[in-house]
């Protein structure tokens, strides 16, 4: 039987990115939490995320008691810019736009970014989340193809990789060199190797 995963996300395109990587090997389901998003590190944005989900998931009993949770924190890296915006790209989108992210960098030559998803999974309330990470090298380019995320909220278009946008990219092909699928496989990889599996 394959074990059950609890996905803390709103966002419907994410939950199907993860669910067409991760099952069927993985049973992923989904709930909405408001989450506090602290400042830190991508690593310390998702641990507390992490944390603070299990333990709200176990207080509004949707999850059964040590319910296992995986939450997602998304960065994107300019190198000109020493990681920023980093962990707050949701916010910089927001208020810039694709125009606005390609404008940061107009008065550098150096376009490159790194793409980086770290989810953070945890077992159930008060136990210590374990951190997988992907990275993708790429670059910020004018934005290209449709945006297959919410308005102002996916930056896909404005990221390339190997002469492609992720916009411009199958569903598969992405998943297979993005940087949520890279994580993913890391994550699958770690399931592979325990012994005994969360159980729903």
């Not at 609890?6 to 709930?31: C, D």
């Not at 670059?139 to 002469?163: M, Q």
């Amino acid at each position: 039987m394959a074990p059950l995963i609890h996905f803390i996300t709103g966002n419907a395109n994410k939950l199907r990115e993860v669910k067409a990587i991760l099952e069927p090997s993985i049973e992923i389901r989904s709930q909405s939490l408001d989450l506090e998003e602290i400042q830190g590190t991508i690593e310390e944005v998702a641990n507390s995320k992490c944390r603070r989900a299990a333990d709200l998931a176990n207080m509004a009993n949707f999850i059964e008691v040590n319910g296992p949770v995986l939450v997602e924190d998304t960065a994107l890296c300019f190198n000109a810019l020493k990681g920023l915006p980093g962990p707050y790209i949701k916010w910089f989108l927001d208020s810039l736009g694709h125009e606005g992210l390609n404008n940061l960098l107009i008065a550098y030559k150096d376009k490159s970014a790194e793409a980086v998803c770290t989810f953070a999974y945890s077992p159930g309330p008060g136990r210590d989340p374990i951190i997988f990470q992907g990275r993708t090298p790429g670059r910020i380019v004018p934005a290209r193809g449709p945006s297959n995320f919410a308005p102002l909220s996916g930056w896909d278009p404005v990221f390339e990789f190997e002469g492609k946008t992720y916009a411009e990219m199958e569903s598969a092909e992405k998943n297979n060199i993005s940087h949520r699928g890279r994580a993913l496989k890391k994550l699958q990889a770690w399931f592979e190797t325990q012994q005994e599996t969360p159980s729903s």
